[in-house]
């Protein structure tokens, strides 16, 4: 895979910039930054970049703006620097003389980027999508006043008792606690103490197996399963099962925020997705997006999942200038979010592909014993993303 230049022309397609922590990931999203804004005239507030945590896009901010500044000083020849992409921007504007009208126009662009660095597009990827549905609010009928929660485990639990309850046709609302207890008081028909020696194992496992019987058949009964079955067409059956019971543990809990008026993180994505998805909003939802940006960047890609990649690539996979950076060897990590599947259709879909393979941070001997690792033991190769290994 070719190296990543920093000055390498800016097209509008899509680019892949593999990079492993300490190869310089955050110096060269920011020189590209500076070259959009210097060179292409983009406006700060039309370069979306997208991370994936809080502290992320913090440091990216204070990154940003510092070289903007840093940027700006050496044009002024009130400070040196020496990052690549202001070293170049400085070089062809010396080259002018010192009435340079390119230097002029630099300046210019930057101390705008400075002066509206409030306005910078920079947001976690739950923060672009409340944007996104904001900007086309009425058209996709969202709602933009809806609290934004980031813990929906209440109305998950309460969606999922509701469900429990209901297939064991038991109302919460007429049976209280008082009942139970006079059940427990009543020697008939509550529960007796029996003799110590009856409380075996035996009597423990049945005990056991009977609960998860009664959960059982209290799904079954709640999706309508067909208890008859055996074997194969059992565990077929089941599996479709736990999918319904999924799928309306997730209808409860939009019914039970939409009385709340919140919404979750990760629904913030899913609304964004299907209004993507749905012919009479997605054209008005691309427009409006589309004509806010003109660049795009996705740091931490390898942290995408299939509802994040289908929006962007919806959004800006088509004539934008958009980069996608990321570390292959993190999207194995699933529990994070990541999924190793999307990254790899990405790669394919890219037009362009780079590495940063010079390691500034690890010892010669870390390094060396990294790429025995990740070239060998982990396995990338087999999934279809080989490893590029680092030098010191």
Known sequence: MERFDPLHPIARQTLLLEASAGTGKTYSISGKIVRLIAEEGIDIDRILIVTFTRAATAELVDRIRSILIEARDALEAKASSDHVVIAGLKKRADEEGPASPLRERYLTRL?????????????????????????????????????????????????????????????????????????????????????EHEFRPETFRKLAEARWSLRDAAIARLVGVDESDSGSSRDAVWMRTISHFCERIVDRIERELEKRRAIGFDQLIHHLKRALEDETMREALIGALRSRYDAALIDEFQDTDEAQWAIFRTIFGDGKIFELVGDPKQAIYSFRGADIEVYKRARREASKRYTLDINYRSSPDYIQAMNLFFGTTAGLSSDGLGYEASTP
Do not use: C, M, W, Y
């Not at 919460?172 to 529960?191: H, K, L, M, T």
């Open 111 to 195: 101390k705008r980027a400075i002066a509206r660095f409030d306005l910078a597009s920079i947001f976690t990827i739950h923060s672009f999508s409340e944007r996104a549905l904001s900007l086309a609010a009425f058209e996709i009928g969202f709602d933009p006043s809806h609290e934004l929660v980031a813990d929906i485990r209440d109305a998950i639990h309460r969606a999922s008792d509701d469900l429990f309850l209901e297939a064991l046709q038991i109302d919460r609302g007429e049976r209280g606690g008082s009942a139970s207890i006079e059940e427990a008081e009543n020697g008939d028909r509550g529960f007796r103490l029996r003799d």
